[in-house]
């Protein structure tokens, strides 16, 4: 029987669960202006040496989530090291920190799409009706 999931998918779950409970709470500790991050997901090359990791941060303010990002990237060796404690590995991955910007845009594309349906019904409204 065939596995359900490749190594590298058991990998990216395991990190992606142990870098947001990290985050959670040796992070916050030493960092404790920073917003509130959520990992979206992580990627896992195949030969396990790096992890891409997409955070989402929830807050509005550019200067803000640029500054989290700095902080994020200048602490990842503390979280690598982290890491390697929780997760039994040969080789813990070097992890790189990206911004997630899907749910933002999904908020924007929504909000367009609710204008537009707002102006095609009142366009409906304003219209003569045929008979």
Same mark, same amino acid.
Do not use: C, W
């Given at each position: ?64 989530? %640029?500054?989290?990002?700095? /902080?994020?990237?200048? +602490?990842?060796? @503390?979280? $690598?090291?982290?890491?390697? %404690?929780?997760?039994?590995? /040969?080789?813990?991955? +070097?992890?790189? @920190?990206? $911004? ?32």
């Amino acid at each position: 029987m065939a596995r359900e999931f490749s190594r590298t998918d058991r990998v990216s779950q395991q990190v992606h669960k142990e870098i947001a409970s990290i985050l959670q709470n040796e992070f916050k500790h030493r960092e404790p202006e920073v917003g509130m991050i959520t990992i979206s997901s992580v990627e896992v090359s195949r030969d396990l040496a790096h992890a891409k990791i997409y955070v989402t941060f929830y807050h509005n303010d550019e200067d803000k989530i %640029k500054d989290d990002l700095v /902080r994020l990237q200048d +602490a990842k060796g @503390f979280i $690598r090291t982290l890491l390697a %404690k929780r997760i039994r590995m /040969r080789a813990v991955p +070097a992890v790189h @920190f990206f $911004r997630d910007e899907s749910i933002t845009e999904g908020i924007r594309i929504s909000t367009l799409v609710n204008q537009a349906r707002a102006k095609d019904e009142a366009k409906a409204k304003d219209a003569p009706e045929d008979e």
